[in-house]
RNA sequence: GCCCCUAUAGUUUAAUGGAUAAAACGAGAGGCUUCUAUCCUUUUGAUGUGGGUUCGAUUCCUACUAGGGGCACCA
């Protein structure tokens, strides 16, 4: 609709004479109208008609007249804003759209046919995946819906880094908390990691130490390390594995630093002279040149550092794309923290000069760092809280809260509910803004929360089965005068979705679930639906179906669960 | 020192340059013999400071203040 409303204004600005118009159309946020769209061209182009809003809007106005199908009518108000009503007919024609689509409403096909990869999560084997990892998890797994939600062809993948100054100072904090390679667990791994990092920052000799165990790693010249190494890895990949079953997350691929290092390598070896430097020992790239800072791609020892071996994973994604997929991929997107954002400038712009082709496809998105109300965190320090642990704390405060609930299956609703908790509070938050995380407001479901849109979903399920005990079934054809206002909410999703998606943009997805739940819980409140001497409750049911469909629909992009029960 | 990001009710967050700045938590008042009260109704209360651009600024520019991040061999 907004776009039929958009061509048609168009139309009419060319037949008035002006172009290049930049105007919005969109749902109105002020309370005050309840139109169904606005638009604010006439305010826009005010200045190059040389008229005053207002009266440029009544041009437009009857210029529209009858242009627009299942229009009701067009009002002018404020300081020359254009009101869109809708006619009653269009709002009960998407309700039986939304029931004939089922899980694909809201869908679009803007990137149908195009291959997307997505990283995010990126864990480091040897430390702890801590709840500071679940922000780019949410976000990351929350914008590869989204693109399946366009069509694309999806792969989601990790980046780790099982080699580099972390794992040589894990290894050398395992032999000296004396860590077997038979019985090794994450948590050891944690604190092997914390007392390396310790040890490092003791002495000079014991970090020169520890350099020179970083190389070994690298090298794999020494067996028995070696065997302690894969052990390690192992146990962390594994770990890794369990907690992204819990939420929700199913990756492709797992690139490693230990593969992407030496493609990198290769890469900027070729280009030093004319993109890399070499000084004092180390292969540099220049960024002030580029109005950014100078950063070291291949260190005084030989090895690649980071840089190197982020542009080595680009190469990596490409050849993986090829082997796996048969193209070249479309798009790929790295979540990753904000603190690296000026890092990432310089590694794009080497990258931009060795693999034009490529570059050009990659995007950064940047998540804010998640901060506990209370208390630091530090994996360096061993001061971390598990991501594992507290999902099970959540879990816990949600299995009391259902006590009395009769639900089958509980363990796996409660860890459903800890999980729709933790994701949303990460994802109502615009990407890249800092979280500041509260224990104690995680594990409560009062308000804007996870729990309640999985509850306003539940409840509806259940008052649908109610209904359909109650001999009411659900129907389109005898309704109201007026929509219900949550009717008018339903009909914005698949918008919504092209939106968040556009602006890579999860929480707006979240903002216009809570709004559509806190109007369906208006709704249940005021309405009775399970009625069978109430003239419209068949299609009160029908509404609330298709409430119910687009909740599931946009808890699915959040990469939450949707329980009919809880 | 240089560069980047951020600043909105007591708190945590929304708002492509637009209408009387929107929610939740907290605090106050109501609502289950009635479809799941993890709910609903209602009251309360905010754009860091000074300039500028604009018909119109939370949004853009600028200075300041405060906080965070980055700046050569960590990832």
Not at 170 to 177: D, F, K, P, S, T
């Amino acid at each position: 609709m907004k776009k039929e409303i958009r061509e048609q204004i168009e139309l009419v600005l060319s037949e008035l004479g002006f172009s290049g118009i930049d105007f919005a159309i969109d749902f109105p946020t002020d309370k005050n109208t309840d139109a169904d769209y606005f638009s604010n061209v006439a305010m826009v182009a005010a200045k190059q008609a040389g008229e005053a809003p207002r009266q440029f809007a009544e041009k437009i106005v009857t210029a529209l007249e009858g242009r627009i199908s299942q229009i009701e009518k067009i009002e002018i108000a404020g300081p020359g804003f254009i009101n869109f009503y809708l006619q009653r007919e269009f709002f009960r024609e998407k309700i039986l759209n939304v029931l004939d689509a089922k899980e694909n409403w809201g869908k679009n096909n803007s990137w149908s046919n195009k291959l997307v990869i997505v990283e995010y999560t990126d864990p480091n084997p040897f430390k702890e995946l801590h709840i500071g990892h679940l922000v780019p998890n949410a976000l990351g797994e929350s914008l590869a819906r989204l693109f399946m939600m366009a069509g694309a062809n999806t792969k989601r993948v990790t980046f780790q880094g099982d080699v580099g100054m972390h794992v040589a100072k894990a290894l050398y904090g395992a032999r000296q908390i004396d860590v077997q390679s038979e019985s090794i667990t994450s948590e050891q791994l944690g604190k092997a990691y914390a007392a390396g990092s310790r040890a490092f920052e003791s002495s000079e000799e014991v970090a020169a130490e520890i350099k020179g165990l970083n190389k070994v790693i690298y090298n794999r010249s020494d067996e028995k390390l070696n065997t302690l190494y894969d052990a390690g890895k192992k146990v962390s990949l594994d770990y890794f594995e369990e907690i992204y079953a819990v939420l929700g997350s199913d990756f492709d691929h797992n690139f490693f630093e230990s593969v992407t290092g030496p493609v990198g390598l290769e890469l900027v070896q070729k280009n030093i002279g004319e993109v890399f430097k070499e000084s004092r020992g180390a292969v540099i790239f220049e960024g002030e040149k580029y109005g950014l800072h100078t950063r070291v791609f291949v260190n005084n020892e030989g090895l690649p550092t980071y840089e190197t071996k982020d542009v080595g994973l680009i190469q990596c994604k490409e050849n993986w794309s090829q082997e796996t997929v048969g193209k070249s991929f479309d798009h790929a997107i790295t979540v990753t923290g904000t603190e690296q954002l000026e890092y990432f400038k310089v590694t794009t712009k080497a990258s931009e000069l060795i693999q034009p082709d490529l570059a050009g496809k990659v995007e950064l998105v940047a998540n804010g760092m998640l901060r506990l109300a209370e208390g630091k965190m530090s994996s360096r320090t061993g001061d971390v809280v598990r991501a594992l642990a507290l999902i099970t704390d959540v879990k816990e405060a949600a299995l009391e809260r259902m006590k009395e609930n009769n639900v089958i299956d509980s363990e796996t609703v409660a860890e459903q509910i800890a999980v729709a908790a933790i994701k949303y509070s990460i994802l109502q938050i615009a990407a890249g803004k800092d979280i500041v995380f509260d224990l104690k407001k995680s594990i409560s479901f009062e308000g804007d929360s996870g729990p309640y849109l999985q509850y306003t979903h539940a409840r509806i399920c259940s008052v649908l089965e109610k209904a359909k005990s109650a001999g009411v079934e659900l129907s389109v054809e005898n309704i109201p005068a007026e929509s219900y206002a949550v009717e008018k909410l339903v009909q914005q999703w698949p918008e919504v979705v092209e939106v968040s998606l556009k602006e890579r943009a999860p929480h707006k997805v979240v903002h216009y679930l809570t709004e559509l739940a806190g109007e369906f819980n208006s709704f249940y409140a005021a309405e009775k639906i399970a009625d069978e001497d109430d003239e419209y409750a068949p299609y009160k049911a029908a509404v609330s179906d298709a409430v119910r469909i687009t909740l599931e629909r946009g808890l699915w992009v959040l990469g939450i669960e949707a329980p009919e029960r809880m």
